[in-house]
């Protein structure tokens, strides 16, 4: 089983002999890093250097707790912080703690193994600055970690398009500002670091202290002088404990990225987007090929804009671009947000099915209770959502929740076994869905269709007619006046038909066979605005096309 290991990491160009915690020696993780993995959640940690120089005390740790800071979605390496403040952590406690659920929530993820005999790692996700951090001591008694009220932002031209998570944010045409929310605190900060992020040596960094009262501070000159690049920011108290850690990009050639979409998708499927990077004269965005090639993408460039065409298949949801000037580049990543869905069997784990974004057609013994059908809804990453509706219509739909460590809600069809809609076999279904989205429910797509379970009706036999009425007890007449001749479902323009199938383009009724359009529909007349002009056809495009032409 995996396990997070706790350590200690020291610049990589430190000459160092050994690393002490506790008078026990440490262990090197690796000897292409300079980490070295802690023995006690508790202890003095010295570092042995130079033997000319003295021997000094690194950190002393003294709670029974350890709070780390992570990127996001938890992802490594986390960095060792005083007190938690918003986003997501990784609190390693004695393993007979257990989470208070009431006050702080019930776990996003299930605690995790420490490479520590006797402690557990425990998932948070802090949104709010009321948000609690509470465990149960075995005795009963609570431990309530208290929370960091500095509030640090960086805030700046912030380019909310890339979704690249574990670079931080992303700036453009000048490097942030670092924000505090009450600027009286800077008192208590003693020094923020700042240096160029990722592998290697060398790598540049400086220092500086706060200008105190107030609330913005301007990042040092040497950064604006660097033009662009990925950076840290560290920020330590006046004792020298690490109060709060970020990454963060700029590029000085970079306006905005502007990737207008909707996750939802329409009848007919996902349609293809423009992703639009404004920029300066001389600046350059190229597509980072990866499956499927780049010659696939249409690329429009212009001296201040660059103009990409995003395909709508699932291949394309997620794509990795290098935006460089002549001095810097960055490596940024952009997501569409498409929401999916697949067919799979209950319980099959590797089994992903076919992800699509056009409604299945189902059949009723899917929802049979001796079936374990299910269909998975997929968002465009974990967390995206927490909760979802689904059912034959918004006002009586049931309330499924998301895990925030799941791609995908789960549907389990016999759930719906009992519903009175599938038992009228003479009705046509939609089962829709709602995501929980900006404190309301958006969506009320199609995931699947159901057709009307009839007899097939003889060739010779009077087409009958179903017109919507309040008497459901008697649904259908039969009448001698031919269906193309009158306004109905055979002469309205929305009626469409492709390979011999028939559907409403505002999905009064859904896709269905020829025979079953003339048994059931061809008459039909709904309360939708219906559209009569006459000679116009819908050709294999969608275009206009006149239905009993087809028939």
Known sequence: DEEWILGIELPEDSEVLRVMQNDKMLDRVDDDTARYCLNNPKGAITITGDPKKEDGLVYELTKDYLI?????????????????????????????????????????????????????????????????????????????????????????????????????????????????????RWNEIGTIVIGEEGPGRHKWRTQFSPKENI????????????????????????????????????????????????????????????????????????????????????????????????????????????????????????????????????????????????????????????LNKEIRIWFPKPGWTQEI?????????????????????????KEFYDINEIQDLEQCLELKFWVALNSDYEGGAAICTISPQCVEAEEDAPPEILSETEDTDIPFEVEEIDPFSIKSCSTCDHARVRNDIYWCRHYRWPHITRWIFKKQYSRFICSTPPRWEGEDEYDYNDNKIKVPHQS
């Open 68 to 184: 780390f800071k992570m990127h996001k979605d938890w992802k490594c390496p986390g960095r060792l912080v005083k007190n938690p403040t918003m986003g997501y952590y990784l609190v390693v406690v004695p393993e007979e703690w257990e989470r208070d659920e009431e006050r702080s929530g019930i776990a996003p993820i299930e605690p995790e193994g420490v490479k520590l005999e006797g402690y557990k790692a425990h998932y948070f996700y802090v949104q709010e600055d009321n948000e609690a951090i509470v465990f149960i001591m075995s005795g009963g008694e609570q431990i309530v970690l208290d929370f960091g009220r500095h509030g640090f932002r960086l805030v700046g031209k912030e380019i909310v398009a890339d979704v690249f998570e574990e670079r931080g944010q992303l700036f453009g045409e000048r490097p942030p500002f670092l924000q505090i929310l009450d600027e009286r």
């Open 215 to 370: 609330k913005r501070q301007r990042l040092p000159r040497e950064l604006y002088e660097r033009c662009g690049g990925w950076y840290f920011i560290r920020i330590y108290d006046t004792d020298g404990m690490l109060l709060e850690s970020m990454d963060f990009r700029f590029l000085n050639g970079l306006k905005d990225i502007e990737s207008p979409h909707y996750p939802f998708p329409d009848p007919q499927g996902h349609k293809p987007v423009n992703l639009i990077f404004h920029h300066m004269v001389g600046c350059k965005v190229t597509f980072k090929p990866q499956e499927p090639q780049s010659d696939s993408l249409s690329i429009e460039r212009n001296t201040e804009k660059t103009i990409a065409l995003i395909p709508s298949e699932p291949e394309w949801d997620e794509l990795t671009w290098i935006v460089s000037t002549d001095k810097k580049s960055i490596t940024i990543i952009i997501r569409i947000d498409r929401i999916r869905w697949s067919l799979v069997e209950r319980g099959a784990v590797d089994n992903i099915g076919e992800q699509m974004d056009r409604p299945l057609r189902a059949e009723r013994n899917w929802f049979s209770p001796d």
């Open 389 to 413: 509706l689904v059912g034959f219509s918004k006002f009586r739909s049931t309330s499924i929740p998301v895990r925030i460590d799941s791609p995908f809600a789960t549907v389990l069809l």
